[in-house]
């Protein structure tokens, strides 16, 4: 017999009497746990350029990578499990190394006036949009 609230012991997995496809919903928990790792963005025309704008709780800046490559614009994070938690007793540990890009493409980005500053989780990239110089000569007709 099945309960409203599933049994999730410690290690994520439910006693052995329980039926096949709660021991399929288990398996597609675990498959499902990579796609959990990756960051929302959000991207703003602001008219003069875009605010870019990565949602990174947690993560340290020096774990951050941000590259404009012909309007496309990356943002990596790599983040390793530290040394102090190697070895540890761990009853449940949910915190892994990871690894996550995303990017967005900018048709009019500019390489030049690029800022990005990170706080409170919050990573935002000033990207200016490429400036159309109009160097209109008027031409007298003899």
Do not use: H
Not at 58 to 73: A, P, Q, S
């Amino acid at each position: 017999m099945s309960s409203m609230v599933p049994y999730r012991s410690v290690f994520g997995l439910r006693p052995f009497n329980t039926s096949l496809l709660d021991a399929f919903d288990d398996m597609m928990d675990f498959a499902q746990a990579p796609l959990a790792k990756a960051f929302p963005i959000d991207v703003e025309d602001t008219g003069e350029g875009y605010e870019v704008k990565a949602y990174l709780t947690g993560v340290n800046k020096d774990d951050i990578d941000v590259e404009l490559n012909e309007g496309r614009l990356s943002i990596s994070v790599n983040v390793e499990e530290k040394e102090e938690d190697k070895g540890k007793n761990y009853l449940q540990k949910e915190f892994t190394s990871y690894s996550a890009t995303r990017g967005v493409y900018l048709k009019d980005a500019a390489s030049e006036g690029l800022a990005a500053k990170y706080a409170d989780g919050v990573l935002t990239v000033t990207v200016p949009k490429i400036v159309e110089k109009k160097n209109v000569t008027k031409i007298a007709i003899d």
